[in-house]
């Protein structure tokens, strides 16, 4: 009998990493699809972006002259009285 016991508690064992398994390479694979879907989703968004020249929409802009200095004392104490 503790042969018998041996055998099945191995069987369920290797049926359990079967399944690990299984389940390993499908979430590996959810994994890679999603990712392809995102990489074309903001592939598409960049393509359009660049597809508009008027268009400033996500790019910095510097301006030409720096900016003019503030009426004001001239002087800032930080943290102190």
């Known amino acids: 009998m503790p042969g018998d ?3 099945s508690a191995a069987a369920r ?9 299984r389940m390993t390479w499908r979430a590996g694979a959810a994994g890679v699809i999603c990712s392809a ?8 968004h960049a ?9 400033t929409s996500g790019t910095i802009v510097v301006p030409n ?3 003019a200095p503030g009426a004001g004392a001239g002087q800032v104490t930080s943290g102190g009285s």
């Open 37 to 44: 879907v995102i990489a074309v989703a903001f592939g598409h």
């Open 47 to 55: 393509e359009a972006a660049a597809a508009q020249p008027g268009s």
């Open 65 to 67: 002259q720096a900016p």
């Open 5 to 7: 016991d041996l055998r």
């Open 13 to 21: 064992r290797d049926e359990g990493v079967r399944k690990v398994s």
